[in-house]
């Protein structure tokens, strides 16, 4: 598609209950991003992707978070035992390549509430 | 530990006016910086970047400016337009490393 695609882009969901957050990169994009964003905070880094090389995972809050991406499309945000702190907007984003150099194209989030 | 500062929450200013937004950084590895801008429900879009090569780079109203030696950068938006309202999110990275690290963001309001 002609951007990232995130869905759903509204969940609510109670204590204790599993969701998964799907995200659809730009096509041709080898590299896949995902940052969260509390109330009043920052982007904060949670995951990176990089074609077939092995997930930078060093931002992921707890073991609770894992995240997959299946070749250089589509990746799925999983959060087990939600709490209420992972109430956030979760953002992807991807970009033609690793590191820096490149600027990403965020989508447009799925606000995720605990309640 | 935040490595990118955005101190200043929200700005307000008047249509035609001069838009300063002010970022600092931590970390002099960073080498390559980003403003991107966010309105509600919406993802945060890439609006203009700058390598640490250059001091200033210039993309119509918008410019950024580079203060290596203070580790500061400023977007400078003129004239603003009330369409410029929205959040803006400055960002930091190493030309090697994986990720970009964000400000908290400034609420800019453009008054007509």
């Known amino acids: 598609g002609a951007g990232v695609s995130q869905s759903p882009s509204n969940k609510v969901t109670e204590k204790g209950k599993d969701v998964e957050l799907r995200c659809d990169p730009i096509?041709?994009?080898?590299?896949l991003y995902w940052y969260r964003q509390r109330l009043g905070q920052g982007l904060e880094f949670l995951i990176y992707f990089q074609g077939n090389s092995a997930p930078d995972k060093s931002g992921l809050p707890s073991d609770r978070f894992s995240a997959e991406r299946t070749g250089e499309s589509v990746s799925t945000l999983t959060i087990q035992r939600t709490q209420q702190e992972d109430s956030a907007v979760y953002l992807c984003?991807?970009?033609?390549?690793?590191?820096?150099?490149?600027?990403?194209?965020f989508g447009s989030g799925t606000r995720l509430t605990v309640v | 530990d935040q490595q990118v500062k955005q101190n200043s929450p929200s700005l307000s200013v008047q249509e035609g006016r001069i838009s300063i937004l002010n970022c600092d950084y931590t970390?002099?590895?960073?080498?390559?910086f980003l403003w991107y801008k966010k309105y509600p429900a919406e993802g945060p879009t890439f609006l203009i970047s700058?390598?640490?090569?250059?001091d200033k780079n210039e993309d119509g109203r918008f410019t950024v400016f580079l203060n290596k030696s203070a580790k500061h950068l400023s977007l400078h938006i003129v004239p603003s337009q009330p369409g410029d309202s929205a959040v803006y999110f400055c960002?930091?990275?190493?030309?090697?490393?994986?990720?970009?690290?964000f400000g908290t963001g400034t609420s800019l309001t453009v008054i007509p």
């Open positions: 700058i390598s640490s090569i250059k």
């Open positions: 096509s041709g994009h080898t590299a």
């Open positions: 960002a930091a990275g190493e030309g090697t490393g994986n990720q970009f690290y």
């Open positions: 984003a991807s970009s033609l390549g690793g590191g820096s150099r490149y600027g990403y194209t």
């Open positions: 970390n002099s590895m960073f080498d390559y």
